[in-house]
């Protein structure tokens, strides 16, 4: 089982030159990969908690998304009832896929936190921290690219109204 | 403007019609449009009236856009 964790934990460092000749330390997040040979069934677990959360936000916004689709190809796209669905599938993946991300960096951090050595002591550097943030803004964006998109057909029902009394 | 604000454009449709001894069923088939759409036009609840619409009944009733539309005093 491979394990993402910090270079500080396992007291590597680029400075001590105790890094391997052809190997060297990631500059963005200082982290390092370690293979654990026989994990014990609490690292299992929480490498399966840190790897689920996120694909099956995935999962159900696809989901709603594809019954979304079906939706409106049975009936009309243009409607305020499509339109307000898709904003509420922008708001899930927005706000379930944030607390989905902040599941995934708590069990990933304790898995890593397990597979330390147990007399080192890891503290992650500020680099780490905003580095491994930064996916946690792809799900507001898909939320607010879905809300944008159901911004458009709630301007298209609107057209479609005005149309309507057009003779 | 606001789709539900109040309009003072009268549609002459009820008398040009009656002049020319037709019908509105009639009507509605020379110029193409549903009886449904004709009424709406004629109770003055349609929101816009497409130049074409408004050709097909000018020529229906052989009159012209101002015979068929006029102005409601306030």
Redesign the interface.
């Known amino acids: 089982m491979a394990v993402r964790v910090p270079a500080s934990a396992l007291g590597i460092t680029a400075a001590a030159g105790s890094i391997p000749a052809g190997a060297q330390l990631s500059p963005v997040d200082d982290q390092v990969t370690v293979l654990l040979a026989d994990p014990s069934l609490g690292l299992r677990l929480l490498a399966v908690l840190a790897a689920v959360p996120q694909p099956l936000v995935l999962a159900a916004v696809l989901g709603l998304l594809a019954r979304w689709a079906r939706s409106v190809r049975r009936g009309a796209t243009f409607t305020a009832a499509a339109a307000a669905r898709l904003t509420r599938v922008g708001q899930v993946a927005a706000s379930a896929g944030v607390g989905a991300f902040i599941c995934h960096v708590g069990f990933a951090g304790a898995l890593s936190w397990g597979a330390r050595p147990p007399d080192v002591v890891a503290v992650p550097t500020l680099a780490s921290l905003i580095s491994s943030l930064g996916p946690a803004l792809w799900w507001p964006a898909i939320g607010a690219c879905l809300g944008l998109v159901g911004e458009v057909v709630r301007r298209g029902v609107a057209l479609r109204?005005?149309l309507e009394?057009?003779? | 403007m606001p789709?539900d604000e109040e309009h003072r454009i009268r549609v002459n449709i009820d008398r040009l019609v009656a002049e020319r001894g037709m019908t509105l069923t009639q009507l509605a088939e020379r110029v193409g449009?549903t009886q449904a759409?004709l009424s709406?036009?004629k109770n003055g609840?349609?929101?816009?009236?497409?130049f074409s619409?408004l050709t097909a009944l000018c020529e229906a009733l052989s009159c012209t856009p101002g015979d068929l539309l006029s102005l409601e005093e306030s």
């Open positions: 109204d005005e009394g057009v003779i | 789709p449009i759409n709406v036009l609840r349609a929101r816009a009236i497409r619409t």
